[in-house]
Nanobody
Framework: QVQLVESGGGSVQAGGSLRLSCAASGYIHSSYCMAWFRQAPGKEREGVAAVDSGGSATYADSVKGRFTISKDNAKNTQYLQMNSLKPEDTAMYYC?????????????????WGQGTLVTVSS
């Protein structure tokens, strides 16, 4: 069982930056895919970015060129660097673990979720 704990959310003005972290503990399969999702009020949860064990990453079209996902295998931690933030990026951001990288910033076989960290971007 993998446990995921997010941190790094907060409030920022449009154009600003934030870096989210997700610390993983427990059994972590070497081929796991790690992802970030977000859910804005009144909207469905959507994939934002994902990275596989080999370092390949995919992104939602809405964040390409602004967000970067990375991971430190030694620390079992993944990161989401968010630049040029927009008010529409405001959401609860969740870390997730799965099996296989998918296009559009997600993984197949998602089986672990963090509790979320709130990101608020003001105009």
């Amino acid at each position: 069982q993998v446990q995921l704990v997010e941190s790094g959310g907060g409030s920022v003005q449009a154009g600003g930056s934030l870096r989210l972290s997700c610390a993983a503990s427990g059994y972590i399969h070497s081929s796991y895919c790690m992802a970030w999702f977000r859910q804005a009020p009144g909207k469905e949860r959507e994939g934002v970015a994902a990275v596989d064990s080999g370092g390949s990453a995919t992104y939602a079209d809405s964040v390409k060129g602004r967000f970067t996902i990375s991971k430190d295998n030694a620390k079992n931690t993944q990161y989401l660097q968010m630049n040029s933030l927009k008010p529409e990026d405001t959401a609860m951001y969740y870390c997730a673990a799965g099996a296989i990288l998918r296009l559009g910033g997600s993984c197949l076989g998602l089986d672990a979720w963090g509790q979320g960290t709130l990101v608020t971007v003001s105009s």
